[in-house]
């Protein structure tokens, strides 16, 4: 935690500090909606995933999904979070014209799952703690669609009713970074568990951002009391769909309210929308408290109440989590915490990994993964699914290299062939485009003594850097680079060094 690196903005008369917490909204996994029978099948047509129960006709009530309460559960467990055994749904009332029922069916007073915490990696090094103040679960409401015609809104109820679950955490996020990196570690949690598909795009992941700025050590004063009047008012960003745009909302708004606060103005607790094309925050209404909502028990609807029984055997029956495979691809394949980290953070990644580690080198598969095909699939804002090397070609590349077919640098000539071409077998390329390497030490010495001859001051170079007691003189990699040339990279690099070696009596 010693090298954590907070946001810190130096202002005018101030440096201040940035404190955050977010709001998590993950679309539970589930072929019906929370109350209702409905389809939750994303791309339909409007208001065609729609029942009775969902425009809150007359004399409809509502049914709990008992699928949706175990997905909570198991959500809840993989957070290390409490599950309470109690818990019950609350009316959260406000008139809004995608909300057919004048309420919203939530969770406030008693939720499904407690306090927890998770572990996040940051990508400059160090691993943070963020603490989960409560999950709980609430329907959605459904879309207000204002581009249609200038003159009305639309509405489709398709995503009303559809099971959410709010995951708060504590304000234990001190920078835009550390955000970005929290909500892709709980979407690796959700996705490992199935609880959520993660997909931000179609809204089944989104967040609610809150951002506060304080002079600097009053978090520290925060932490030490749990007095909340050390921090700043915090603004509320609302429905933030990715990772990009949490970090660069969080950004502006911090500098916003720093800007606000130092030209004589208070910063107003309120709601925010953030545009993704200017790049900006802009007020949406001032933030309600909970007396404002009204809150009270559904009376349609009877506390939830659950055994331990219940969910110990849904403990016993979890997946494997980030962190745990994390843990095993360290001390099974013998990776660094950092490469088995970057592996592990996502199921499909994972399970690249390992079809392409499967007996074979574990260190060299993840080096290929993570730095040829990931970093050729970042540059193009690639997905994993669109990569046009699979884990059989990826696998069949390294077999090559272990084997001594061809060098490592023979090899990245080969992968691109591989994503040029369609399905390609890296074994038949190299017999192709005759780029096996050259091992007969015969043809490497003679490539050798050529470059000897031609070179005599190199030569003593080396030579009067072995005597001063140099065991790998720094002119011996010039004359290994050359051979390499020589060959058009296809000669053997532990032969031609041992041949140099030999050939130049060190």
């Not at 007073?109 to 927890?116: F, L």
């Not at 955000?179 to 997909?199: H, M, Q």
Request: with cysteine; proline share 4%; aromatic share 8%.
């Amino acid at each position: 935690m010693s090298d954590r690196k907070p946001l810190i903005i130096s202002g005018v008369t101030d440096d201040w500090e940035v404190v955050m917490g977010l709001e998590v909204h993950a679309q539970i996994t589930s072929n019906s909606k929370l109350f209702s029978g409905s389809s939750t099948h994303f791309g339909a047509d409007p208001n065609s995933n729609v029942s009775l129960v969902d425009t809150a006709l007359p004399g409809m009530l509502p049914v709990i999904n008992e699928h949706c309460v175990e997905q909570a559960v198991r959500t809840g467990l993989g957070l290390n979070a409490k599950i309470n055994l109690f818990s019950r749904f609350d009316r959260k009332n406000y008139f809004y014209p995608d909300l057919p029922q004048g309420y919203q069916i939530s969770q406030f007073q008693y939720p499904i799952v407690g306090e927890g915490e998770i572990e996040v990696e940051l990508e400059d090094g160090p691993t943070i703690t963020v603490g989960i103040e409560r999950l709980h679960m609430e329907q959605d409401a459904g879309k207000s669609i204002h581009d249609l015609d200038p003159n009305a809104t639309y509405v489709d109820l398709n995503r009303s009713g559809v099971a959410l679950m709010e995951i708060v955490s504590k304000p234990d996020i001190r920078s835009p970074k550390e955000a970005s990196a929290y909500v892709k570690k709980l979407r690796s949690i959700v996705v490992a568990l199935g609880t959520c598909n993660g997909v931000m795009a179609e809204g089944n992941l989104r967040a609610d951002v809150n951002v506060s700025v304080c002079k600097v050590g009053g978090y520290d004063k925060f932490r030490e009391t749990g007095d909340f009047s050390h921090l700043g008012t915090r603004c509320e960003i609302k429905n933030v769909n990715s990772f990009r745009f949490i970090e660069q909302a969080a950004e502006f708004e911090a500098r916003r309210q720093v800007n606000l606060i130092e030209d004589g103005g208070v910063v107003d607790q309120e709601t925010r929308l953030f545009d993704a094309e200017t790049g900006v925050t802009r007020s949406m209404r001032s933030k309600e408290d909970a007396h404002d909502y009204r809150y009270f028990p559904d009376p349609d609807l009877l506390p939830l109440k659950l055994t331990q029984e219940y969910v110990d055997n849904i403990k016993a029956n979890l997946p494997e989590l980030p962190d745990q495979k994390k843990e095993r691809f360290v001390s099974e394949y013998g990776l660094k915490a950092y490469d088995a980290g970057v592996l592990a953070a996502e199921a499909d990644k994972a399970a690249f990994f390992e079809e392409v580690a499967k007996g074979r080198d574990a260190k060299m598969a993840a080096n290929w993964v993570t730095q040829e095909l990931f970093g050729y699939l970042n540059k193009f804002d690639l997905e994993l699914a669109d990569s046009p090397v699979s884990s059989k070609q990826l696998g069949g590349l390294i077999d090559l290299i272990a084997n001594k077919t061809i060098s490592g640098k023979i090899a990245k000539d080969v992968f691109q062939k591989l994503i040029e071409e369609d399905d390609a077998d890296p074994a038949v390329i190299v017999e192709r485009d005759g780029l096996k390497q050259v091992t007969d030490t015969g043809a490497i010495e003679k490539v050798v003594d050529e470059i000897m001859a031609a070179n005599p001051d190199q030569v003593e170079q080396v030579k009067a850097q072995f005597a001063e007691g140099h065991k790998k003189p720094k002119a011996l990699g010039w004359f290994v680079g050359q051979a390499m040339k020589a060959s058009g990279g296809k000669a053997n690099p532990q032969a031609v060094n041992e041949i140099l070696k030999q050939k130049l009596g060190i």
